[in-house]
């Protein structure tokens, strides 16, 4: 039987729109990606944020796989228990009443911004230099990077951005006409940048003053990411508007819409998704918010050798983010790095030079990771990676960051 080359295979039917890197990646268990050779990689891209629960994990599989025998599709025309159970769940934990369910990050932007427009009566948008919401038009409009936005110019009008962490230019910006300010927690693509202590806190009140939606992007951070199941919690904050995305159904398709009491229902016809709200992704949606708000078991340190500690999920993620970033901190050659910073399980590394060569001296040694612009590292293992995991990447990246540079 003839050998065939699936990477030349898709190369030549592919849009062309990726850049794709020399590996083929067939399974994934937990923080593990395996190529076709069998090669085992430490996951630090974690599906650019999608994989939280890691690859293949067993709640997500039989969830879907009990789903999938029974409906896949029922769009919002009729009702579903799957659908009910999921949105009264979601709203439960999140604080939210009301839910738009939808498909990704971008789709859930670009409905935030249509509803802030609709609800306040106002076009304009206020976002933040660096910030990065999505590829379709009104959630492009928002984001920052001009290498995204010329080429897809006039995109709609009534956009305007401010430098993050400085309230005094949010301020001078917004006016009368001004319907939504639309902010990340921690800005990921734009270089693993958090909110400073008290902005948004701030930003919040001059929105609620200036008659302003507020609208908190935590397609990214949302999930357990950043040590709390939505990043916002840490800052003392209650938005108008949550957006999320990627991680919420395990990794399965998903977006939302969060929806306070100061938006309050929709009118019908409003807006609408074919595939929004599907019983597949609601069933995997469900079986991962058990999974975020469970305990969970791993083995302890060699003083507890042979015994199980009860820690939830996400405390975890805090503790070790906290522990492995201070550990970097220290640790990074100053030859190699500016800054180490985020929070949780996301983790940035400024470089004093292209992130490029490091990547790829880094898939070299079994480890695969992220850029966010061309000198920053960006680490978003999943939540449930293992100790040893974790602690063998950051070395890993240590050893490597001291021979690149």
Known sequence: MAIVDWNAVEEQHSS??????????????????????????????????????????????????????????????????VRARYQAELCRVSGFP???????????NEGALKIARLKSGRRGVIAAMRGFHGRTMGALSATWEKAYREPFLPLIDGVVHVPYNHIDKLREALTDQIGAVLLEVVQGEGGVHPAQAGYLQAAQELCRANGTLLIIDEV???????????????????????????????????????????????????????FGGNPLACAAGLAAL????????????????????????????????????????AHVPEKAAREVRGRGFMFGIELRGKVAPVLKALQERGVLALPAG?????????????????????????ETLNDVF
């Open 16 to 81: 062309g729109a990726y850049l794709k890197r020399d590996i083929q990646i067939v399974r994934g268990v937990g923080a593990r990606l395996f190529d076709e050779a069998g090669r085992s990689y430490i996951d630090c891209v974690g599906g650019q944020g999608s994989a939280n629960l890691g690859h293949a994990h067993p709640a997500i599989v039989e969830a879907i796989t009990r789903q999938a025998g029974e409906l896949m599709v029922c769009p919002e025309l009729f009702h579903n228990p």
């Open 374 to 398: 061309p000198s920053v590292l960006r680490l978003l293992p999943p939540l449930v990676i293992t100790d040893e995991d974790l602690w063998q990447a950051i070395q890993i990246i240590e």
């Open 290 to 329: 058990e999974v975020y708000t469970e305990k969970f078991h791993h083995r302890g340190t060699e003083d507890t050798e042979n015994t199980e500690q009860d820690e939830g999920l996400i405390e975890r993620v805090k503790r070790l983010g906290e522990e492995a970033r201070a550990h970097l901190a």
């Open 220 to 274: 990214q951070t949302g999930w357990g990411r950043t040590g709390t199941l939505f990043a916002h919690w840490q800052d003392g904050i209650q938005p108008d508007i949550v957006t999320t995305a990627k991680s919420m159904a395990g990794g399965l398709p998903m977006g939302a819409i969060l929806l306070s009491e100061r938006i309050g229902a929709l009118d019908p016809a409003t807006h609408g998704s074919t």
């Open 98 to 108: 009301r839910v738009f369910l939808c498909n990704s990050g971008a789709e859930a």
